[in-house]
T-cell receptor
Framework: EDQVTQSPEALRLQEGESSSLNCSYTVSGLRGLFWYRQDPGKGPEFLFTLYSAGEEKEKERLKATLTKKESFLHITAPKPEDSATYLCAVRDSGTYKYIFGTGTRLKVLA | DAGVIQSPRHEVTEMGQEVTLRCKPISGHDYLFWYRQTMMRGLELLIYFNNNVPIDDSGMPEDRFSAKMPNASFSTLKIQPSEPRDSAVYFC???WGGGGDTQYFGPGTRLTVL
């Protein structure tokens, strides 16, 4: 059964303190791994798609990487506006079903 | 583009009542997804459509839940009768199968069943 586990559940950082969020997954055939950002009271907002081990994507202070078993979302020198819940999801190659993790709640303090 | 549109944004109802949630996907998108989000279980896929046809409804929790997509620009998720445990935020998302896998989410409907 496809499964996604994110850690930690919550993370508090000081502004400028870099860190990484983890997404471990189990899927029979990976079609893609997705990172989303969700602000309170809003729908998830797409950040990145990764398709194969070794792939990396960057956007501003965020960098996503992928291995055969997990993905990391690295946050470099975060700012308070990076505070949000970050969701990871996978899609199995045989379906259009997306399996989401329960997310990491990030709080960046000024 | 206005993005995915959902209505209502908030719904408060009493147990046993019928609830209908509505979604307008992004024009040109051929996939539509309904999700439910709770603190305990996170974001769960309920059902998805391709070209207005339901493809996988294995996530629909019970027969009380039903979803339709009468045309490419409109979908509904109905709960009848509603129960307090149905209280959650319901999201609609759409994507274009020929343009990668990016799902675009609506703002959600927060449902409270008393």
């Amino acid at each position: 059964e496809d499964q996604v586990t994110q850690s930690p559940e919550a993370l508090r950082l000081q502004e400028g303190e870099s860190s990484s969020l983890n997404c471990s997954y189990t899927v029979s055939g990976l079609r893609g791994l997705f990172w989303y950002r969700q602000d309170p009271g809003k729908g998830p907002e797409f950040l990145f798609t990764l398709y194969s081990a070794g792939e990396e994507k960057e956007k501003e202070r965020l960098k996503a990487t992928l291995t055969k078993k997990e993905s990391f979302l690295h946050i470099t020198a975060p700012k308070p506006e990076d505070s949000a819940t970050y969701l990871c999801a996978v899609r199995d190659s045989g379906t259009y079903k997306y399996i989401f993790g329960t997310g990491t709640r990030l709080k960046v303090l000024a | 583009d206005a993005g995915v549109i959902q209505s209502p944004r908030h719904e408060v109802t009493e147990m046993g009542q019928e609830v209908t949630l509505r979604c307008k996907p992004i024009s040109g998108h051929d996939y539509l997804f309904w999700y439910r989000q709770t603190m305990m279980r996170g974001l769960e896929l309920l059902i998805y459509f391709n070209n207005n046809v339901p493809i996988d409804d294995s996530g629909m929790p019970e027969d009380r839940f039903s979803a339709k997509m009468p045309n490419a620009s409109f979908s509904t998720l109905k709960i009848q009768p509603s129960e307090p445990r149905d209280s959650a935020v319901y999201f609609c998302a759409s994507s274009w199968g020929g343009g990668g896998d990016t799902q675009y989410f609506g703002p959600g409907t927060r449902l409270t069943v008393l």
